[in-house]
Nanobody, 127 residues
């Protein structure tokens, strides 16, 4: 069992920054990939970013490249999403998710690849 808790959401003006945190607990030793997804009202959940816990490789959707950065802390129990130059279209509930391994390969953009999900944190960007 793995538990994920997101935090750091809030209200910010366009051009501002927020840092989201995803704290993991439980049996985290076999975590393969941690991803961030977001869902705006009336829209489908979309991939934002992911990090391979095994290799350190990072992945981003085109909409956030150059603005968002995914990282992890020294203890490797928390994954962060630093969000800069925020735009109103970034407004959504943001979820972190964990894909458990070992796995030969994973399509990091697909929600079905992830086994555990956090409760979500609201990010609102005003214009």
């Amino acid at each position: 069992q793995v538990q994920l808790v997101e935090s750091g959401g809030g209200l910010v003006q366009a051009g501002g920054s927020l840092r989201l945190s995803c704290a993991a607990s439980g049996r985290t030793f076999s975590t393969w990939v941690v991803g961030w997804f977001r869902q705006a009202p009336g829209k489908q959940r979309e991939f934002v970013s992911a990090l391979s816990m095994r290799t350190g490789n990072t992945y981003y959707t085109d909409a956030v490249k150059g603005r968002f950065t995914i990282s992890r802390d020294n203890a490797e129990n928390t994954v962060y999403l630093q969000m800069n130059s925020l735009k109103p279209e970034d407004t959504a509930v943001y979820y972190c998710a964990a894909s458990m391994g070992p796995k030969q390969s994973i399509v990091v953009t697909k929600p079905v690849e992830y086994d555990y999900w956090g409760q979500g944190t609201q990010v609102t960007v005003s214009s």
